[in-house]
T-cell receptor, first 114, second 113 residues
Framework: EAGVTQSPTHLIKTRGQQATLRCSPI?????VYWYQQALGLGLQFLLW???????NRGNFPPRFSGRQFPNYSSELNVNALELEDSALYLC?????????????FGPGTRLTVL | QQPVQSPQAVILREGEDAVINCSSS?????VHWYRQKHGEAPVFLMI?????EQKGHEKISASFNEKKQQSSLYLTASQLSYSGTYFC??????????????FGKGTLLTVNP
Protein backbone atom coordinates (compact mmCIF):
# COMPACT_ATOMS: atom_id res chain seq x y z
CA GLU A 1 0.00 0.00 0.00
CA ALA A 2 1.43 3.34 -1.03
CA GLY A 3 1.97 5.84 1.75
CA VAL A 4 1.33 9.57 1.83
CA THR A 5 3.24 11.32 -0.94
CA GLN A 6 4.24 14.95 -1.17
CA SER A 7 5.69 17.09 -3.93
CA PRO A 8 8.01 18.71 -4.51
CA THR A 9 10.66 17.38 -2.13
CA HIS A 10 12.42 20.73 -2.04
CA LEU A 11 11.24 24.18 -3.02
CA ILE A 12 13.27 27.37 -3.11
CA LYS A 13 11.50 30.71 -3.38
CA THR A 14 12.25 34.35 -2.74
CA ARG A 15 10.46 36.72 -0.40
CA GLY A 16 7.09 37.84 -1.68
CA GLN A 17 6.60 34.89 -4.01
CA GLN A 18 3.93 32.22 -3.70
CA ALA A 19 4.52 28.55 -2.97
CA THR A 20 2.25 25.60 -3.75
CA LEU A 21 2.79 22.28 -2.02
CA ARG A 22 0.94 19.09 -2.89
CA CYS A 23 -0.11 16.02 -0.95
CA SER A 24 -1.68 12.71 -1.93
CA PRO A 25 -3.18 10.76 0.97
CA ILE A 26 -3.19 7.03 1.48
CA UNK A 27 -5.85 5.40 -0.69
CA UNK A 28 -9.15 5.37 1.19
CA UNK A 29 -8.21 8.19 3.55
CA UNK A 30 -10.49 11.22 3.44
CA UNK A 31 -8.76 13.50 5.93
CA VAL A 32 -5.61 15.51 5.19
CA TYR A 33 -3.66 17.54 7.73
CA TRP A 34 -0.89 20.07 7.13
CA TYR A 35 1.86 20.86 9.62
CA GLN A 36 4.80 23.23 9.65
CA GLN A 37 7.99 21.98 11.27
CA ALA A 38 10.41 24.82 11.81
CA LEU A 39 13.71 24.32 13.60
CA GLY A 40 13.22 24.09 17.35
CA LEU A 41 9.45 24.57 17.25
CA GLY A 42 8.17 21.04 16.80
CA LEU A 43 5.12 20.34 14.67
CA GLN A 44 2.76 23.28 14.29
CA PHE A 45 -0.76 22.45 13.08
CA LEU A 46 -1.76 24.40 9.99
CA LEU A 47 -4.91 23.01 8.42
CA TRP A 48 -7.26 20.03 8.41
CA UNK A 49 -9.37 19.05 5.41
CA UNK A 50 -11.97 16.34 5.30
CA UNK A 51 -14.38 15.46 2.51
CA UNK A 52 -13.32 18.56 0.60
CA UNK A 53 -13.96 21.03 3.39
CA UNK A 54 -11.69 22.90 5.77
CA UNK A 55 -12.51 21.56 9.25
CA ASN A 56 -10.00 23.41 11.39
CA ARG A 57 -6.99 25.67 11.12
CA GLY A 58 -4.12 26.58 13.39
CA ASN A 59 -2.79 29.97 14.41
CA PHE A 60 -1.39 30.98 11.07
CA PRO A 61 -2.13 34.09 9.00
CA PRO A 62 -4.63 33.93 6.10
CA ARG A 63 -1.80 33.86 3.55
CA PHE A 64 -1.58 30.17 4.45
CA SER A 65 -4.46 28.52 2.65
CA GLY A 66 -5.29 25.32 0.88
CA ARG A 67 -7.89 23.09 -0.58
CA GLN A 68 -8.84 19.46 -0.94
CA PHE A 69 -9.81 18.00 -4.26
CA PRO A 70 -12.56 15.41 -5.00
CA ASN A 71 -9.90 12.66 -5.05
CA TYR A 72 -8.90 13.78 -1.50
CA SER A 73 -5.49 15.08 -2.54
CA SER A 74 -4.66 18.49 -1.18
CA GLU A 75 -2.74 21.65 -1.90
CA LEU A 76 -1.18 24.08 0.54
CA ASN A 77 -0.64 27.60 -0.75
CA VAL A 78 1.56 30.13 0.96
CA ASN A 79 1.29 33.66 -0.40
CA ALA A 80 3.63 36.62 0.11
CA LEU A 81 6.41 34.38 1.39
CA GLU A 82 8.48 35.58 4.33
CA LEU A 83 11.89 34.37 5.46
CA GLU A 84 10.39 32.74 8.56
CA ASP A 85 8.20 30.53 6.37
CA SER A 86 11.30 28.44 5.69
CA ALA A 87 10.51 25.05 7.20
CA LEU A 88 9.61 21.45 6.52
CA TYR A 89 5.93 21.16 5.63
CA LEU A 90 4.42 17.82 6.49
CA CYS A 91 1.18 16.39 5.28
CA UNK A 92 -0.64 13.58 7.07
CA UNK A 93 -3.74 11.61 6.25
CA UNK A 94 -6.21 9.54 8.23
CA UNK A 95 -9.20 7.39 7.46
CA UNK A 96 -11.79 9.56 9.10
CA UNK A 97 -12.20 12.23 11.67
CA UNK A 98 -11.77 12.02 15.37
CA UNK A 99 -9.42 11.36 18.17
CA UNK A 100 -8.84 7.67 17.53
CA UNK A 101 -7.66 8.05 13.98
CA UNK A 102 -3.97 7.54 13.41
CA UNK A 103 -2.33 10.16 11.25
CA UNK A 104 0.15 8.85 8.70
CA PHE A 105 2.77 11.36 7.64
CA GLY A 106 4.37 11.98 4.29
CA PRO A 107 8.08 12.71 3.83
CA GLY A 108 7.53 16.47 3.68
CA THR A 109 8.42 19.38 1.45
CA ARG A 110 11.41 21.46 2.48
CA LEU A 111 10.59 25.10 1.68
CA THR A 112 13.44 27.58 1.67
CA VAL A 113 12.68 31.28 1.36
CA LEU A 114 15.61 33.48 0.34
CA GLN B 1 -1.50 25.50 24.25
CA GLN B 2 1.62 23.54 23.35
CA PRO B 3 2.31 20.56 25.67
CA VAL B 4 5.65 20.48 27.46
CA GLN B 5 7.89 17.49 26.94
CA SER B 6 10.67 16.39 29.27
CA PRO B 7 13.47 15.72 29.10
CA GLN B 8 14.50 17.68 26.01
CA ALA B 9 17.18 15.11 25.26
CA VAL B 10 18.38 11.81 26.66
CA ILE B 11 21.31 9.54 25.84
CA LEU B 12 21.11 5.83 26.59
CA ARG B 13 23.19 2.73 26.11
CA GLU B 14 21.54 -0.22 24.41
CA GLY B 15 19.39 -2.15 26.86
CA GLU B 16 18.70 0.80 29.18
CA ASP B 17 15.25 2.18 29.90
CA ALA B 18 13.86 5.67 29.39
CA VAL B 19 10.73 7.62 30.24
CA ILE B 20 9.52 10.61 28.25
CA ASN B 21 6.89 12.86 29.75
CA CYS B 22 4.29 15.09 28.15
CA SER B 23 2.37 17.63 30.24
CA SER B 24 -0.45 19.96 29.39
CA SER B 25 -1.97 22.92 31.20
CA UNK B 26 -5.40 22.00 29.80
CA UNK B 27 -7.64 18.99 30.28
CA UNK B 28 -6.79 16.35 27.74
CA UNK B 29 -8.99 14.06 25.71
CA UNK B 30 -6.29 12.15 23.90
CA VAL B 31 -2.52 11.92 23.62
CA HIS B 32 -0.73 10.71 20.49
CA TRP B 33 2.93 9.68 20.40
CA TYR B 34 5.15 9.77 17.31
CA ARG B 35 8.81 9.10 16.61
CA GLN B 36 10.74 10.92 13.91
CA LYS B 37 14.15 9.84 12.69
CA HIS B 38 16.43 12.43 11.17
CA GLY B 39 15.31 13.30 7.64
CA GLU B 40 12.24 11.07 7.83
CA ALA B 41 8.52 11.54 8.43
CA PRO B 42 7.07 11.08 11.93
CA VAL B 43 5.85 7.54 12.56
CA PHE B 44 2.87 6.70 14.75
CA LEU B 45 3.54 4.88 18.02
CA MET B 46 0.56 5.13 20.33
CA ILE B 47 -2.78 6.79 21.05
CA UNK B 48 -4.08 7.11 24.59
CA UNK B 49 -7.64 8.18 25.21
CA UNK B 50 -9.43 9.62 28.19
CA UNK B 51 -11.01 6.74 30.02
CA UNK B 52 -8.05 4.45 29.58
CA GLU B 53 -8.42 3.10 26.08
CA GLN B 54 -5.08 2.66 24.37
CA LYS B 55 -4.19 1.95 20.77
CA GLY B 56 -0.71 1.27 19.55
CA HIS B 57 1.87 -1.16 18.38
CA GLU B 58 5.54 -1.94 18.81
CA LYS B 59 7.08 -2.88 22.12
CA ILE B 60 6.55 0.50 23.70
CA SER B 61 4.10 1.32 26.45
CA ALA B 62 2.56 4.50 27.74
CA SER B 63 0.34 5.87 30.45
CA PHE B 64 -2.18 8.67 30.57
CA ASN B 65 -2.94 10.40 33.86
CA GLU B 66 -6.08 12.45 33.20
CA LYS B 67 -5.95 14.12 36.61
CA LYS B 68 -2.42 15.38 36.12
CA GLN B 69 -3.02 16.08 32.42
CA GLN B 70 0.09 14.12 31.70
CA SER B 71 1.25 11.19 29.61
CA SER B 72 4.45 9.19 29.84
CA LEU B 73 6.08 7.01 27.21
CA TYR B 74 8.09 4.06 28.48
CA LEU B 75 10.91 2.63 26.42
CA THR B 76 12.33 -0.51 27.96
CA ALA B 77 15.43 -2.42 26.95
CA SER B 78 16.19 0.22 24.35
CA GLN B 79 17.53 -0.72 20.94
CA LEU B 80 19.61 1.31 18.51
CA SER B 81 16.51 1.63 16.33
CA TYR B 82 14.76 3.59 19.11
CA SER B 83 16.94 6.62 18.40
CA GLY B 84 15.02 9.62 17.13
CA THR B 85 12.91 12.54 18.25
CA TYR B 86 9.74 11.65 20.12
CA PHE B 87 6.75 13.96 19.88
CA CYS B 88 3.56 13.94 21.86
CA UNK B 89 0.44 15.44 20.31
CA UNK B 90 -2.44 16.38 22.55
CA UNK B 91 -6.11 16.99 21.97
CA UNK B 92 -8.07 18.91 24.56
CA UNK B 93 -11.69 19.21 25.52
CA UNK B 94 -14.06 16.39 24.75
CA UNK B 95 -12.64 15.44 21.40
CA UNK B 96 -14.99 15.19 18.47
CA UNK B 97 -15.32 17.04 15.23
CA UNK B 98 -12.89 19.85 16.05
CA UNK B 99 -10.08 17.34 16.35
CA UNK B 100 -6.74 19.10 16.26
CA UNK B 101 -3.44 17.87 17.62
CA UNK B 102 -1.04 20.25 19.32
CA PHE B 103 2.48 18.84 19.38
CA GLY B 104 5.26 19.36 21.89
CA LYS B 105 8.75 20.41 20.81
CA GLY B 106 10.03 16.88 21.01
CA THR B 107 12.50 14.79 23.01
CA LEU B 108 15.70 13.71 21.26
CA LEU B 109 16.57 10.14 22.23
CA THR B 110 19.99 8.75 21.33
CA VAL B 111 20.78 5.10 21.92
CA ASN B 112 24.46 4.18 21.75
CA PRO B 113 25.94 0.68 21.46
Amino acid sequence: EAGVTQSPTHLIKTRGQQATLRCSPISGHTSVYWYQQALGLGLQFLLWYDEGEERNRGNFPPRFSGRQFPNYSSELNVNALELEDSALYLCASSSGQGSTDTQYFGPGTRLTVL
Amino acid sequence: QQPVQSPQAVILREGEDAVINCSSSKALYSVHWYRQKHGEAPVFLMILLKGGEQKGHEKISASFNEKKQQSSLYLTASQLSYSGTYFCGTEGGSGGSNYKLTFGKGTLLTVNP
